[in-house]
């Protein structure tokens, strides 16, 4: 697997989730993805865009490209916040400690290929996903 | 800040979503939504989110929300225009809308609205 490209994009405000949307968007774009692929990958952000801003109190998405043996786009979001004690729990439709529906996290899970989830209480979090096309 | 527009023809408040939303200026749609509605006595609400590209989990419930708060103050809402790619991306992510009444178009959008409240409940009941 080759990472052809890779580039940061900062979550600390609001605004930066629609930019983290618009940036997957034009990436997924440019290498090709379905529109339906694409909507997908772009909502499966935005989710973990949110989901660091405000559980993770802010950080970053880092955004890679991959070539080999397929074409793909990698997203980790990273965060220095709480860490989420129980990740199972997490992940499980309808749990929240937020205001949201709690889809979230699971949620964002189905609409990517691979998914990858670390985190420790006091530390953070990294979220690894891959849409491959 | 900068907000959506909500325009007023008859007894029904129309809004088009055109910008990719941030969560604050939906939250604040909400709010204006549910204001107009007790100030104009409006029946019934039609969004028009065709232009939208992703409505994501935050999206799905400010629609929910809205459907929820003007069927308490007596209106209608349908929303109108979702993009195939979307309602395919909702479904996965796990979000039906249930409770929000949806057409194809602004013109299904409105003939819904127009329609009888009865069968409208009728029509709701799935």
Same mark, same amino acid.
């Given at each position: 697997m080759v990472v052809v490209s890779s580039e940061n994009v900062p979550l600390v405000s609001e605004g930066d989730v629609v930019t983290v949307r618009r940036r997957v968007r034009e990436v997924a774009s440019q290498l090709g993805f379905s529109l339906v692929d694409q909507t997908k990958v772009v909502t499966a952000a935005s989710e973990l865009a949110r989901n660091t801003l405000i559980h993770g109190k802010g950080g970053e998405m880092r955004l890679n490209q991959l070539n080999g043996p397929r074409l793909g786009l990698r997203l980790t979001f990273e965060d220095k916040g709480p860490?989420?004690?129980d990740i199972s729990l997490a992940l499980?439709?309808?749990?929240?400690? $937020?205001? $949201?529906?709690?889809?979230?996290l699971g949620g964002a899970k189905r609409l990517v290929n691979e998914f990858e989830i670390v985190s420790r209480v006091g530390e953070g979090t990294k979220i690894t996903v891959t849409r491959w096309k | 800040m900068e907000k959506i527009p909500i325009l007023r023809m008859g007894e029904f408040l129309l809004v088009t979503i055109q910008v990719d939303m941030h969560d604050r200026l939906a939250l604040a749609l909400q709010d204006d939504l549910t204001n107009r509605i007790s100030q104009t006595g409006a029946r019934g609400v039609l969004i028009d989110i065709?232009?939208?590209?992703i409505v994501d989990s935050f999206i799905g419930r400010m629609l929910g929300n809205i459907a929820a708060m003007s069927r308490v103050l007596d209106a209608r809402t349908v929303v109108v225009g979702m993009q195939p790619a979307v309602a395919i991306t909702l479904v996965e992510l796990g979000?039906?809308?249930?409770?929000v009444r949806t057409a194809l178009n602004v013109d299904a959008g409105m003939e819904l609205l127009r329609s009888s409240e009865d069968s409208f409940e009728d029509n709701r009941a799935w």
């Amino acid at each position: 697997m080759v990472v052809v490209s890779s580039e940061n994009v900062p979550l600390v405000s609001e605004g930066d989730v629609v930019t983290v949307r618009r940036r997957v968007r034009e990436v997924a774009s440019q290498l090709g993805f379905s529109l339906v692929d694409q909507t997908k990958v772009v909502t499966a952000a935005s989710e973990l865009a949110r989901n660091t801003l405000i559980h993770g109190k802010g950080g970053e998405m880092r955004l890679n490209q991959l070539n080999g043996p397929r074409l793909g786009l990698r997203l980790t979001f990273e965060d220095k916040g709480p860490g989420i004690p129980d990740i199972s729990l997490a992940l499980r439709d309808g749990f929240t400690t $937020g205001s $949201g529906l709690g889809l979230g996290l699971g949620g964002a899970k189905r609409l990517v290929n691979e998914f990858e989830i670390v985190s420790r209480v006091g530390e953070g979090t990294k979220i690894t996903v891959t849409r491959w096309k | 800040m900068e907000k959506i527009p909500i325009l007023r023809m008859g007894e029904f408040l129309l809004v088009t979503i055109q910008v990719d939303m941030h969560d604050r200026l939906a939250l604040a749609l909400q709010d204006d939504l549910t204001n107009r509605i007790s100030q104009t006595g409006a029946r019934g609400v039609l969004i028009d989110i065709s232009s939208l590209e992703i409505v994501d989990s935050f999206i799905g419930r400010m629609l929910g929300n809205i459907a929820a708060m003007s069927r308490v103050l007596d209106a209608r809402t349908v929303v109108v225009g979702m993009q195939p790619a979307v309602a395919i991306t909702l479904v996965e992510l796990g979000m039906s809308l249930a409770g929000v009444r949806t057409a194809l178009n602004v013109d299904a959008g409105m003939e819904l609205l127009r329609s009888s409240e009865d069968s409208f409940e009728d029509n709701r009941a799935w």
